[in-house]
Structure formats: C-alpha cells, structure tokens
C-alpha cells in the first residue's frame, strides 16, 4: 500500500520504508513514443522506470518505417531525420556505418523509409544493452484499451482482460490513424472486398489483376506511395486519384539550399502571413534560391505562428489554405516526384478533382459516380479495386480506435475544438473533458496537432519529445 501516491509525489514510501520506483508508460511504440523513451531515460533518475507499450509486433517503427518497400523513399533529407536536436548527423553517420552504405548519400539524399525504421530500431537495441537499461526500460507488447484512474492514485493500464499496468505518468503516442471513408450515398460499398480502407496495411493490393483499374481516394503523398507500389508490382492498368481540388504534392527543389532568413518578422495574422509568405517566395526566387528554401526556413517558427493566430484565422487557414499547405510544405524527393509524373505523361496515372458521390459494388467491378469540381455533370469510372489514400484521420469524435474511443467515454479526453487530434496544453498535458488539465496524462506526436499544427514529421516530434521529457523528468 503506498503512503501517498500522487504523480506529483516523487519516488514514493511504501508502508514499509522502502523506495519505489516512479512509473511512466508510453502507450505506442512508433517513432515517436520510442524516442521519447530513449529521452526519458537520459533525463530522468535511475529510479524512474519506463515502460514502453506496443500492440503490434514490430516496436520502433509504427506504419511510416514499417514499409519494406525501397522505393518508399524519406520526404525529408536524411541531413534533416536524425533522432536528435542536437546531433543533426546522428542518422547520416549511421548510414554511413551500414555495411551496404551507398557512396553517395548525403545531406541532401532521400533515402529509403524503411532504412529509418531500421535506425530508430536500432537505437533502441543500444539503449537496451546499456548497463542498468533492463531494470529501467521494459517493452511490453499489448494493446491497451483503458486507462483507469483512482484520486491521488496512480493510473492502471488495462491490456486485455486480465492485464494491468500501474503507472504514475502516462503518454499517449498513438499516432496516425487510417483515413475517414468519404461520404457517399450507400455505406454497404465499404464492406465489399472492392474497398480497402487502410492503405498502409500489407495487403492493400493482394491478388488484384494487374491490368485492373483501380481507384485511389485522395491526392496526396499517401497516394503517391500506393502508385509507387502500384507500379513496384508491375500494375499495368489505369491508376485513377481522386480529390476535392486534385492537387498532389510538390517536389522538393533538387540539391541542397542554403537557408534564408525572412527578411521581415512572422506576423500574426493569417492575410499578412501569407502576404509576407508570397512575397519572400518572389524574392527567393528572383534571388536564384527557391519557395522550398523559404517553406524550410520558416519550418521552426511553425508552432509559434499558429499558435499566435487567433482561432478564427486557424479555422479560415483549415478550411481555404489546408491542401495548398500540404502539398507545398510535405514535398516529394526527386526521384519519387519524376515516377508520379512519368505515370501521368505515359497516362497510367490520372488525376481527378471532384466530388465523390456514390460507389457501388458490382459482381465484377464497382462503379464510382462523382462530380467534376466546378462541373454540373456526372461522370462514372469503373473500378476494381479502391483504396482510401485519403490521408490519416485526425477527428477523434469519429475515429474507431478501441483506446482512444474508451478515453473519451471515460472523460480523460477530449478533441481539440480544429478537430486536428487531442485538446493538449503547449507542455502536452491532456485536457479532459471539461477542460481542466491532467497532471497524469500525457500525448506527444500527431495526436498534439491541433496545439502545434505541425507535429507530423520527424524534425517536429523530435523536439517535441525532448520538451516534454524534460517536463516529466521534472514531475517523476
Ligand atoms: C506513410 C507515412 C510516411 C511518412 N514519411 C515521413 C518522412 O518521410 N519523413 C518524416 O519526417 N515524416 C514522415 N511521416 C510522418 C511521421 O514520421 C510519422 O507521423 C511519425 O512516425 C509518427 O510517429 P508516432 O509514433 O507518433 O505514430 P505511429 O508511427 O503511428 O505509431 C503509433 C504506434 O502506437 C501503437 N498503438 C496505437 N494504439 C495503441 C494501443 N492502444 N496500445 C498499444 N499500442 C498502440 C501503434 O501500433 C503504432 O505502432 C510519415 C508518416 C506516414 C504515415
């Protein structure tokens, strides 16, 4: 029985004298929840304990770097993806110590997503192996569906029916989610084997004819990844991508640029934003740089720009500039950007803008029936095989993750009000249903975006994940 066992209350007394250990779960093993391990034991005293939680067998990687595909590539230059703030080489002189390490990878390479995965992997290996890490670190494969709390108790992880997880401090790093179906008149169509909603699992295109047509709902860099596989095993038929505007990413400007400064301090508003935004791109371009160079540069100021935009001006952001963000901000790598473009010239791959409005299942075929954007016509395509790219779900009032549905039910939780992810403090700390913060409960990665907005790719969560060790360092 503990004498008092608030998280707040450091390294308790059992009744019988005894120190005990302070407990911090991190529920998700993905990139995300491993670093912040990794931070956790660095920083915290050799009598806090973290446990590490993930259902899936593969830990340290999470569905981004779970890909075996090669030409998956990075949409980030391996110059940009070490795991640390404060080692930007970490990764590059890791792939440099690869027995098959290639010649020519450097700073500005793209490189196979996979061989990410393998070095977070990897890191975690090491920690592992460090003196002491075994008492300290403990992985643990499940899948936690509950978190319950008593007052002033410590909280308990529910895996399944019989297990438990007692924990002082917990993190939610749960990460991404498969896409939202999109709206169409008959929802029986997504119980067909015609559908296939997660694009990301291992058998999205299993036994599919190769000269099939086939649907891909969604523009974006999850579709690029679905043609590029597509493509990897030899599909031969017409590749049709579907979105509202059919705008598909950018690529990234070849070669390494030099950063620019803005000449100007960010302003507040969205209008002078993107005023100032254009304005920089025209000059960065007149001075030989890119717009990339000038997206790139304002990268580090992206959490203080949205957070300083009042919440008017980040719903108009949501709803006008959203996609034009995107696909400016989340570019391609070169050699991806000319196979996506290739598929286009040679007329494999087409790009629709428009408005779905029904699919139903055939005895052979489905038959997709969508509205043109700007157009009063209809237009019909017969399909195959469809597959949602429509990038992750974020609206977690409509996500159907057991955990995520039970945290909300329970009031642990709520959903930030841009429906971006969780409502979270700038630290990370939970908000529950009425609003008031948890001192228990934690999140990092893209469940955080609605505080962040950009807390997708590597570069943010890193920094995310060593703030908020540092913060729970200072509570365990
Ligand atoms: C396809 C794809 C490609 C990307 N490419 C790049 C890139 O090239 N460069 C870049 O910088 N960023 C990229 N990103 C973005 C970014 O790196 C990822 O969003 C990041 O990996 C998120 O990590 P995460 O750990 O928060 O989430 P995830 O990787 O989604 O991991 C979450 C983990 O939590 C586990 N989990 C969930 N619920 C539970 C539960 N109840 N109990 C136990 N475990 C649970 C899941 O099984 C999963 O392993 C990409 C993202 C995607 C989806």
């Given at each position: ?28 093993a993905g990139?995300?929840g491993t670093?912040?391990a ?14 590490l939680?993930e259902?899936h067998n593969r830990f340290a990687q999470g ?57 977070i992997r990897?890191?975690l290996h ?13 992985l643990?494969r ?335």
């Amino acid at each position: 029985m503990w004498k008092q066992s608030s998280a707040a209350s450091n390294r308790e007394v059992t009744a019988e004298g005894a120190h005990r250990m302070t407990a911090i779960a991190i529920i998700g093993a993905g990139f995300s929840g491993t670093l912040l391990a990794l931070h956790l034991l660095r920083r915290t005293p050799a009598s806090v304990r973290v446990v590490l939680i993930e259902r899936h067998n593969r830990f340290a990687q999470g569905p981004a770097y779970a890909t075996g595909n090669p030409s998956h590539l990075l949409n980030v230059p391996a110059g940009r993806m070490s795991a640390f703030h404060d080692r930007p080489s970490d990764f590059l002189e890791w792939l440099a110590r690869q027995p098959d390490a290639a010649s020519d990878v450097g700073p500005a390479s793209f490189v196979p997503r996979r061989q990410f995965g393998v070095y977070i992997r990897q890191l975690l290996h090491e920690e592992l192996k460090r003196p002491g890490a075994a008492d300290r670190l403990e992985l643990v494969r499940g899948d936690v569906a509950a978190v319950e709390a008593e007052p002033h108790g410590p909280l308990s992880l529910c895996i399944g029916a019989e297990r438990r997880i007692a924990a002082d401090l917990a993190v939610l790093a749960i990460g991404n989610f498969p896409p939202e179906p999109p709206v169409i008149a008959d929802p029986a169509f997504f119980d067909t084997p015609f559908y296939q909603p997660d694009p990301w699992a291992g058998d999205t295109l299993n036994s599919l004819d190769p000269d099939a047509p086939v649907l891909l709902i969604g523009t974006g860099l999850t579709m690029v990844d679905t043609v590029i596989s597509l493509e990897d095993a030899g599909h031969r038929g017409p590749i049709h991508a579907l979105s509202r505007r059919g705008l598909t990413p950018r690529c990234h400007a070849a070669g390494a640029i030099a950063p620019r400064r803005p000449g100007a301090a960010i302003p507040d508003r969205l209008t002078d934003s993107l005023r100032m935004l254009r304005a920089e791109a025209r000059r960065a371009q007149r001075e030989g740089s890119s717009w990339q160079a000038v997206l790139d540069e304002l990268r580090p100021f992206g959490r203080d720009l949205w957070q300083a935009l009042p919440p008017q001006d980040r719903s108009r952001f949501l709803r006008h500039l959203r996609p034009w963000w995107d696909v400016h901000r989340h570019r391609l790598a070169p050699a991806v950007s000319q196979r996506i473009e290739a598929a286009r010239a040679r007329g494999q791959l087409m790009i629709h803008a428009g408005r779905i409005e029904s699919i139903t299942a055939g005895s052979e075929r489905a038959t997709l029936v969508y509205r043109p954007r700007g157009a009063d016509e209809r237009r019909t395509l017969d399909i195959a095989r469809v597959v949602n790219c429509a990038g992750p779900a974020c609206d977690f009032d409509r996500i159907p993750h057991p955990l995520v549905r039970r945290l909300l039910k329970d009031g642990f939780v709520r959903p930030d009000p841009h429906r971006l992810g969780l409502d979270v403090t700038p630290s990370g700390a939970l908000k529950d249903r009425s609003g008031a913060i948890s001192r228990q409960l934690f999140a990092v990665g893209p469940v955080t975006r609605g505080a962040f907005w950009e807390m997708t790719a590597v570069p943010d969560i890193r920094r995310q994940c060593e703030l908020l060790a540092a913060q729970l360092a200072m509570l365990a």
